[in-house]
């Protein structure tokens, strides 16, 4: 593979490609044999219904192991995964109205990831659904699979619009959920959680999604008073001009997601999101528990004044 597919949300460069793949000690001849390694490996596994297009790390074995849990967690939490096509393309345009989730077209200069910005987009939204955010949330990861050739990711969240009740909807069980995906199952490392104009109440819910997340995630997470904080991290130059930057606005990032999600590509991203599972009933030897799906224990104690 010379370049990736093209998506104006996940741009990327043929430096950029091969930027990644020396990291990785990879080369196109060694990326065909690994190919020619995993097409074979596939035909011997029952439990896998569909080949996902994953080669990561350089490792035939981990990307064996990746592929498994990534097809596996599709299918325990097959709610986030499957939609209902005669109605999700339209509930994905009003959710686009009210909340912008969007990767941003350029990739860090700095250290070649890709940044996500999530907010509200309209100041009077109230009706925030986790399970909703989530689904739109998978559907970026199922997206990204095709398009996207990165390291890592910082993830930007903004509260301009956020206003305390929405602390209520927060779902400790959905967070934890969402990075069992993006984290342990399509093993994506976040750099940095950026929270920018943070609220009076940022603390508290910083206290409450600390119950579910890996420490050294906690660790990264940064809470920045101006936008020349942010630049630290960010680049001012790959931000929308909501935030300084020279790139398109967050209203134009939507509308582009919107476009793709009609799209031919988008459409068949979404009809064959519910066939990129693994059949769990033909599995031979692996009992696919709660440790193995990164899920174990019991959340920590909340104390929040």
């Known amino acids: 593979m010379e370049s990736t597919s093209y998506h104006p949300l996940f741009q990327v460069t043929q430096e950029e490609m091969t930027n990644v793949r020396q990291s990785y000690n990879l080369d196109v001849k060694k990326i065909n044999e690994n190919l020619d390694i995993l097409e ?11 080949a996902l297009p994953y080669i990561r790390r350089g490792s035939i074995e981990k990307t064996k192991a990746i592929i498994d849990k990534v097809l596996t967690i599709r299918e325990l939490l097959s709610d986030f995964f499957t939609y209902d096509t005669n109605t999700i ?13 969007t990767p941003l077209p350029k990739i860090n200069p700095n250290d070649c990831t890709r940044i996500f910005l999530l907010g509200l987009m ?5 009706d925030i659904n986790m399970v909703n955010i989530a689904k739109f949330a998978c559907f970026l990861i199922s997206t990204r699979m095709y398009y996207d050739y990165n390291f890592s990711h910082h ?9 305390a009740s929405a602390i209520t909807k927060i779902n400790p069980m959905v967070l934890r959920k969402i990075e069992v995906i993006f984290t342990d199952s399509y093993k994506a490392r976040v750099k940095g959680l950026h929270v920018i104009n943070a609220p009076p109440f940022i603390h508290k819910v910083v206290a409450l999604i600390s119950l579910v997340l890996k420490e050294k995630i906690i660790k990264r997470i940064y809470i920045h008073s101006t936008y020349d904080d942010l630049y630290q991290h960010i680049p001012k130059d790959i931000l929308p001009k909501e935030y ?23 459409r068949r991203t979404i009809e064959d999101s519910s066939k990129i599972v693994a059949n769990e009933s033909r599995r031979s030897t692996i009992k696919f528990n709660e440790e193995y799906m990164g899920m174990p224990g019991s959340f920590k104690n909340l104390n929040v004044d």
């Open 40 to 50: 074979q490996w596939f035909k011997k596994q029952d439990h896998l219904v569909e």
């Open 89 to 101: 393309f339209d509930e994905f345009e009003t959710f686009l109205d009210n909340i912008i989730i």
């Open 122 to 126: 309209n100041a009077d939204f109230e």
């Open 155 to 163: 993830l930007i969240f903004d509260f301009k619009h956020v206003k």
């Open 244 to 266: 300084g930057g020279d790139q398109m606005s967050c209203e134009d990032l939507a509308q582009l997601m919107k476009d793709f999600i009609k799209s031919d590509a988008g």
